[in-house]
């Protein structure tokens, strides 16, 4: 067995994808599962226009021009626009998208949507993975699932010296996105796409669209690389 990153990430498209996945999924989490306060939006507003992981998606490159064009004293009025699309789409009482959870899109029926969700929570009990819940979100809405992911892949990073547990992380994150997330985010992000009015939440359907099956590509050479 391999017990080195080899080939993959001695690339820069490779070392720039590991490096800034969590990244990109914070900010995923934080924008679908929060209205983009000033105190959120401020520093995502620095962080974006600086983060090499942003070229990795069309949607990313988009929302990389369009903080760093912002203006400091654009910050608010951008704000205030963009919570109101925030509470349009997912939040408030006539809201469009106003459960983002993975049982509403993939049940046809009560009792397949508790099967799903036990699905999930077993996963995360077999991992040992308990999320602080805000806002008493379900274990299944999409803020907790990219949260899985993240939190997956942050063990994957910190168990290098211990290949077994690198690959027991690695394959729980490939087996997490492809029986959960890509059953149900594809079509969220169209939706999304469709809906949203605002520069930030389009370009967070695309990002949504187009990272996460990426992300997916690259774990799978990771996984053949160290098998």
């Known amino acids: 067995m391999t017990t080195t990153l080899a080939s993959l990430l001695e ?19 934080d924008f679908l599962g929060n209205p983009p306060s000033l105190s959120l939006i401020a520093p995502w507003q620095r962080q974006v226009a600086l983060r090499e992981e942003m070229v990795l ?25 963009e919570t109101e699309e925030y509470e349009r789409l997912f939040a408030g009482p006539d809201a469009l998208l106003p ?10 029926d ?5 099967r799903c969700m036990q699905q999930i929570r077993a ?21 907790i699932e990219l949260e899985f992911i993240a939190v997956a892949g942050e063990f994957m ?23 959960h997330l890509l059953q149900w985010s594809p079509q969220l992000a169209k939706e999304l796409s469709a809906l ?4 930030l939440y389009r370009e967070i359907s695309r ?20 098998a």
């Open 207 to 226: 990002i949504l669209e187009e990272f996460i099956p990426y992300d997916l590509k690259m774990l799978r050479v990771l996984r053949r690389e160290l």
């Open 99 to 108: 459960s983002v959870r993975e049982s509403v899109y993939r049940s046809t």
């Open 123 to 143: 996963v995360y009990e077999g991992c040992g993975i308990v999320f602080n819940k805000l806002d008493s979100e379900k274990d299944d809405h999409l803020s």
């Open 110 to 114: 009560l009792r397949s949507g508790q």
């Open 11 to 29: 690339t820069v498209e490779g070392a720039r994808w590991l490096q800034g996945r969590s990244w990109v999924y914070q900010f995923l989490i």
């Open 196 to 199: 949203a009015r605002t520069p």
């Open 157 to 179: 990073d910190q168990t290098r010296d211990l290949p077994d547990c690198q690959l027991m992380w690695l394959d729980t994150q490939i087996d997490f996105l492809e029986n």
């Open 57 to 81: 998606t069309e949607g990313g490159r988009r929302l990389q021009q369009y903080f760093g064009e912002l203006e400091p004293c654009e910050l608010y009025e951008v704000c205030r626009s």
